[in-house]
Protein backbone atom coordinates (compact mmCIF):
# COMPACT_ATOMS: atom_id res chain seq x y z
CA UNK A 1 0.00 0.00 0.00
CA UNK A 2 1.49 3.47 -0.76
CA UNK A 3 1.99 6.28 1.74
CA UNK A 4 3.63 9.01 2.42
CA UNK A 5 4.33 10.41 5.56
CA UNK A 6 6.33 13.50 6.79
CA UNK A 7 8.46 14.14 9.95
CA UNK A 8 9.23 17.01 11.21
CA UNK A 9 12.20 18.29 12.97
CA UNK A 10 10.93 18.88 16.25
CA UNK A 11 9.36 14.92 15.78
CA UNK A 12 13.20 13.76 15.85
CA UNK A 13 14.62 12.43 19.41
CA UNK A 14 16.90 15.15 20.59
CA UNK A 15 19.83 14.37 22.82
CA UNK A 16 22.38 16.64 24.17
CA UNK A 17 25.60 15.90 25.63
CA UNK A 18 27.26 19.81 25.88
CA UNK A 19 29.84 18.44 23.11
CA UNK A 20 27.07 16.80 20.77
CA UNK A 21 23.49 18.09 19.58
CA UNK A 22 22.53 14.56 17.98
CA UNK A 23 18.93 14.34 16.34
CA UNK A 24 17.66 11.21 15.18
CA UNK A 25 14.68 10.45 12.67
CA UNK A 26 15.08 6.88 13.63
CA UNK A 27 15.63 4.98 16.79
CA UNK A 28 19.65 5.10 17.64
CA UNK A 29 20.80 4.79 21.16
CA UNK A 30 20.38 1.45 22.89
CA UNK A 31 20.53 -2.13 22.09
CA UNK A 32 17.77 -3.62 19.79
CA UNK A 33 17.52 -4.24 16.15
CA UNK A 34 17.90 -1.31 13.61
CA UNK A 35 16.64 -2.91 10.98
CA UNK A 36 12.97 -3.37 12.76
CA UNK A 37 12.70 0.88 12.24
CA UNK A 38 14.20 1.31 8.95
CA UNK A 39 12.53 2.82 6.05
CA UNK A 40 13.43 1.11 3.35
CA UNK A 41 16.81 -0.17 3.41
CA UNK A 42 17.95 3.49 5.23
CA UNK A 43 18.95 2.27 9.06
CA UNK A 44 19.99 5.72 10.38
CA UNK A 45 19.79 9.41 10.00
CA UNK A 46 21.73 10.77 12.26
CA UNK A 47 22.11 15.33 12.16
CA UNK A 48 24.67 15.78 14.71
CA UNK A 49 26.52 18.84 15.75
CA UNK A 50 30.08 18.37 17.48
CA UNK A 51 31.50 21.28 19.34
CA UNK A 52 35.16 22.19 18.37
CA UNK A 53 37.87 19.40 19.58
CA UNK A 54 35.88 16.62 20.91
CA UNK A 55 33.83 14.10 19.14
CA UNK A 56 33.49 10.17 18.67
CA UNK A 57 36.19 8.43 20.01
CA UNK A 58 37.66 5.13 18.16
CA UNK A 59 34.89 2.68 18.46
CA UNK A 60 33.54 -0.54 15.92
CA UNK A 61 31.27 -1.27 13.21
CA UNK A 62 30.44 -4.63 11.46
CA UNK A 63 28.23 -4.50 7.84
CA UNK A 64 27.52 -0.96 7.26
CA UNK A 65 27.65 1.16 4.65
CA UNK A 66 28.22 4.51 6.82
CA UNK A 67 27.52 7.79 4.79
CA UNK A 68 28.70 11.02 6.20
CA UNK A 69 27.63 14.01 4.70
CA UNK A 70 28.95 17.63 5.84
CA UNK A 71 26.82 20.52 5.91
CA UNK A 72 29.39 22.89 7.80
CA UNK A 73 32.41 22.70 9.65
CA UNK A 74 34.93 20.02 8.75
CA UNK A 75 35.57 16.33 10.76
CA UNK A 76 38.77 14.22 11.14
CA UNK A 77 38.02 10.10 10.28
CA UNK A 78 40.86 8.08 11.06
CA UNK A 79 40.73 3.62 10.67
CA UNK A 80 42.22 0.59 11.60
CA UNK A 81 42.27 0.13 8.21
CA UNK A 82 44.72 2.90 7.66
CA UNK A 83 42.32 4.87 5.91
CA UNK A 84 42.21 8.97 7.39
CA UNK A 85 40.57 12.46 5.77
CA UNK A 86 39.65 15.88 6.51
CA UNK A 87 35.25 15.52 5.67
CA UNK A 88 34.33 18.87 4.66
CA UNK A 89 30.80 20.19 2.56
CA UNK A 90 30.18 18.95 -0.90
CA UNK A 91 32.83 15.72 -0.24
CA UNK A 92 30.97 12.77 -0.81
CA UNK A 93 32.50 10.11 2.24
CA UNK A 94 31.83 6.69 2.40
CA UNK A 95 33.44 3.92 4.92
CA UNK A 96 32.16 0.02 4.58
CA UNK A 97 33.02 -1.50 8.02
CA UNK A 98 32.28 -5.22 6.12
CA UNK A 99 34.16 -7.54 8.41
CA UNK A 100 34.97 -5.30 10.86
CA UNK A 101 36.66 -2.07 11.71
CA UNK A 102 37.81 0.78 14.31
CA UNK A 103 37.09 4.16 13.50
CA UNK A 104 37.34 7.37 14.96
CA UNK A 105 35.57 10.90 14.10
CA UNK A 106 36.61 13.96 15.92
CA UNK A 107 36.29 17.63 15.42
CA UNK A 108 39.88 18.51 16.09
CA UNK A 109 41.49 19.52 12.72
CA UNK A 110 44.85 21.58 12.72
CA UNK A 111 45.05 24.80 10.50
CA UNK A 112 47.83 25.73 8.84
CA UNK A 113 48.83 27.96 10.68
CA UNK A 114 49.39 25.17 13.58
CA UNK A 115 45.98 26.08 15.43
CA UNK A 116 43.16 24.08 15.62
CA UNK A 117 39.38 25.04 14.25
CA UNK A 118 37.23 26.35 16.89
CA UNK A 119 34.06 26.19 15.29
CA UNK A 120 31.43 23.27 15.70
CA UNK A 121 31.11 20.81 12.48
CA UNK A 122 27.37 19.99 11.36
CA UNK A 123 26.62 16.78 9.76
CA UNK A 124 24.71 14.17 8.86
CA UNK A 125 25.26 10.28 9.05
CA UNK A 126 23.36 7.76 7.16
CA UNK A 127 23.51 4.04 7.41
CA UNK A 128 22.48 0.80 5.32
CA UNK A 129 23.06 -2.67 5.46
CA UNK A 130 24.96 -3.99 2.52
CA UNK A 131 23.68 -6.85 0.46
CA UNK A 132 26.44 -8.99 1.69
CA UNK A 133 27.84 -9.39 4.86
CA UNK A 134 31.49 -9.77 5.67
CA UNK A 135 33.61 -7.69 2.96
CA UNK A 136 36.94 -6.27 3.08
CA UNK A 137 36.59 -2.71 4.66
CA UNK A 138 36.87 -0.14 2.63
CA UNK A 139 36.76 3.68 2.13
CA UNK A 140 36.23 6.38 -0.26
CA UNK A 141 35.87 10.13 -0.83
CA UNK A 142 35.33 12.58 -3.66
CA UNK A 143 35.24 16.14 -3.83
CA UNK A 144 31.44 17.19 -5.73
CA UNK A 145 31.09 20.57 -5.38
CA UNK A 146 31.45 21.52 -8.91
CA UNK A 147 28.60 19.01 -9.73
CA UNK A 148 26.09 20.43 -7.14
CA UNK A 149 26.78 23.82 -7.83
CA UNK A 150 25.66 23.01 -11.82
CA UNK A 151 22.12 21.99 -10.22
CA UNK A 152 20.26 19.11 -10.28
CA UNK A 153 19.72 15.75 -8.36
CA UNK A 154 23.30 14.51 -8.02
CA UNK A 155 23.67 10.76 -7.45
CA UNK A 156 26.30 10.67 -4.33
CA UNK A 157 26.63 7.42 -3.34
CA UNK A 158 25.01 4.46 -5.41
CA UNK A 159 25.13 0.32 -5.55
CA UNK A 160 23.26 0.49 -8.48
CA UNK A 161 24.33 -1.18 -12.02
CA UNK A 162 22.21 1.58 -13.44
CA UNK A 163 24.56 4.48 -11.78
CA UNK A 164 27.76 2.38 -11.72
CA UNK A 165 29.47 5.43 -14.09
CA UNK A 166 27.44 8.15 -12.65
CA UNK A 167 27.70 8.18 -8.81
CA UNK A 168 30.38 9.92 -6.91
CA UNK A 169 30.65 7.03 -4.78
CA UNK A 170 30.12 3.22 -4.33
CA UNK A 171 27.69 1.07 -2.60
CA UNK A 172 27.85 -2.34 -1.30
CA UNK A 173 24.21 -2.86 -1.92
CA UNK A 174 22.78 -2.80 -4.92
CA UNK A 175 19.41 -2.01 -4.07
CA UNK A 176 19.96 1.28 -2.59
CA UNK A 177 21.15 5.29 -3.83
CA UNK A 178 21.65 8.47 -2.43
CA UNK A 179 20.97 11.82 -4.28
CA UNK A 180 21.14 15.00 -3.49
CA UNK A 181 20.51 18.48 -4.81
CA UNK A 182 21.38 22.09 -3.66
CA UNK A 183 18.17 24.03 -4.73
CA UNK A 184 18.16 27.68 -5.65
CA UNK A 185 14.90 29.83 -5.09
CA UNK A 186 12.78 28.45 -7.55
CA UNK A 187 14.98 25.53 -8.73
CA UNK A 188 13.35 22.41 -8.75
CA UNK A 189 14.62 18.37 -9.23
CA UNK A 190 11.89 15.34 -9.13
CA UNK A 191 11.94 12.60 -6.62
CA UNK A 192 12.42 9.31 -8.09
CA UNK A 193 10.30 7.10 -8.20
CA UNK A 194 11.35 3.79 -6.59
CA UNK A 195 9.67 1.49 -3.77
CA UNK A 196 10.82 3.52 -0.90
CA UNK A 197 12.32 7.05 -1.02
CA UNK A 198 13.43 8.69 2.04
CA UNK A 199 14.00 12.72 1.69
CA UNK A 200 15.75 15.31 4.58
CA UNK A 201 15.91 18.95 4.25
CA UNK A 202 19.26 19.84 5.21
CA UNK A 203 18.79 23.02 4.53
CA UNK A 204 16.52 25.80 3.47
CA UNK A 205 12.69 25.32 3.05
CA UNK A 206 11.18 23.34 -0.29
CA UNK A 207 7.66 23.10 -1.59
CA UNK A 208 7.20 19.23 -2.30
CA UNK A 209 4.52 18.12 -5.02
CA UNK A 210 1.19 17.16 -3.15
CA UNK A 211 2.61 17.37 0.32
CA UNK A 212 3.68 21.00 1.26
CA UNK A 213 6.11 22.91 2.86
CA UNK A 214 8.93 21.43 4.41
CA UNK A 215 11.70 23.12 6.40
CA UNK A 216 15.45 22.45 7.66
CA UNK A 217 15.47 18.84 9.54
CA UNK A 218 12.34 17.56 8.10
CA UNK A 219 11.89 14.41 6.09
CA UNK A 220 9.27 12.67 3.48
CA UNK A 221 8.98 8.88 3.82
CA UNK A 222 7.15 7.44 0.87
CA UNK A 223 6.54 4.05 0.08
CA UNK A 224 5.20 3.03 -3.59
CA UNK A 225 4.38 6.86 -4.78
CA UNK A 226 7.58 9.20 -5.84
CA UNK A 227 8.72 11.41 -8.84
CA UNK A 228 7.13 14.35 -6.99
CA UNK A 229 8.69 17.57 -7.90
CA UNK A 230 10.90 19.58 -5.11
CA UNK A 231 11.06 23.11 -5.38
CA UNK A 232 13.41 25.43 -3.58
CA UNK A 233 11.63 28.12 -1.20
CA UNK A 234 14.73 29.49 -0.89
CA UNK A 235 18.16 28.42 -1.35
CA UNK A 236 18.26 24.72 -0.24
CA UNK A 237 19.54 21.44 0.07
CA UNK A 238 17.80 18.30 -0.04
CA UNK A 239 19.38 14.48 0.58
CA UNK A 240 16.72 11.88 -1.16
CA UNK A 241 17.69 8.24 -1.06
CA UNK A 242 16.12 5.41 -3.73
CA UNK A 243 15.68 2.22 -2.87
CA UNK A 244 14.37 -0.76 -4.41
CA UNK A 245 14.22 -3.46 -0.98
CA UNK A 246 13.31 -3.43 2.25
CA UNK A 247 15.33 -4.61 5.58
CA UNK A 248 11.48 -6.16 6.76
Known amino acids: MSSVVVQRAVERAHLNYGWLTA ?6 AGNFDHAAYAHGLLLVNNDDIIEADSGFDTHQHRDTEIVTWVLSGSLVHQDSAGHSGVIHRGLAQRMSAGSGILHSERNDRWRADGSRVTEPVHLVQMWIPPDQSGVTPSYQELDINTELDAGGLITLASGMPAHRDHSAISLHNKHAALHVARLETGGSVSLPDAPYVHG ?4 GTVDVEGV ?7 SLRLKDTGGQRVEGIDDAEILVWEMHASTN
Open 200 to 203: FIAG
Open 212 to 218: GLLGPGD
Open 23 to 28: RHSFPF
